[in-house]
């Protein structure tokens, strides 16, 4: 079974510019879920979609949204980029997004910002 | 807010070895579940263990356990017969089941020495 996929693996943009990042979870699994990770603020949680709604939500501006297909796939976007998110963001999948359930990781998109 | 805390920026190891890293976290639930996540060079998140809260019992998984103390709020991470490949970031993650948010601490590098 193929693992959670994410592209790209690197991006480079400019301040000001806006950005999408993909993610395609386990075959099966349709909770999608996504974190920030950077030096400073080290790991945090973004948001959280399952069944194409957004279930939860993290302590993120507005620049930053999300959305998951029918066959599961989730992208997010992020608007008007700042210095500041520049990142490694990485998204998780699993079953049905349970409490204690088991997440799988991606590798991660590393985000910079110049 | 829930908060997790990792006292040990960094430790090391000599294969082999034991060693014990340290978790608190700060909560007023009394539902929820514990996680210690492995992050490797390749950056991606790696399950090690689990913890529900309503079980006593501590968790094992192979070389890993976990010594959990509720009233304490501490969820420290023991590995045995310490292996190279087990060199990583380690970070230990709460997870209410009230908002289902899911909250890291800082991690602690932990090098294995040959």
């Known amino acids: 079974k193929a693992g959670v996929t994410q592209t790209p693996r690197y991006l480079i943009k400019t301040r000001g510019q806006q950005v999408t990042l993909s993610c395609s979870p386990i075959?099966?699994?349709?909770?999608v879920s996504w974190y920030q990770q950077t030096p400073g603020q080290g790991l945090q949680f973004l948001f959280e979609?399952?069944?194409?709604?957004?279930?939860n939500k993290g302590n993120f501006p507005g620049r930053f949204s999300g959305r998951q297909f029918s066959n599961s796939r989730s992208e997010m976007n992020v608007s008007t980029l700042e210095l500041g998110d520049s990142a490694l963001y990485l998204c998780?999948?699993?079953?049905?997004?349970?409490?204690?359930?088991?997440?799988?990781f991606g590798s991660g998109t590393q985000l910079s910002v110049l | 807010a829930q908060t997790v805390t990792q006292s040990q920026p960094e430790m090391s190891v000599q294969e082999a070895e034991t060693v014990t890293l340290s978790c608190t976290y700060d909560?007023?639930?009394?539902?929820?579940?514990l996680f210690w996540y492995k992050q490797p060079p390749s950056r991606q998140m790696i399950l090690v263990i689990r913890?529900?809260?309503?079980?006593?019992q501590n968790a094992t998984e192979n070389r890993f356990s976990v010594n959990f103390q509720k009233a304490a709020k501490s969820f420290s991470l023991k590995i045995s017969d310490s292996q190279l490949g087990d060199a990583a970031m380690y970070f230990c993650?709460?997870?209410?089941?009230?908002?289902?948010?899911?909250?890291f601490g800082t991690g602690t590098r932990l090098t294995i020495i040959p």
């Open positions: 913890q529900e809260a309503y079980k006593q």
């Open positions: 993650a709460y997870r209410s089941a009230l908002d289902e948010k899911l909250t």
């Open positions: 979609y399952f069944s194409e709604t957004q279930r």
């Open positions: 998780a999948s699993s079953l049905v997004g349970m409490v204690g359930e088991k997440l799988f």
């Open positions: 075959s099966g699994h349709r909770s």
């Open positions: 909560t007023s639930e009394s539902d929820y579940y």
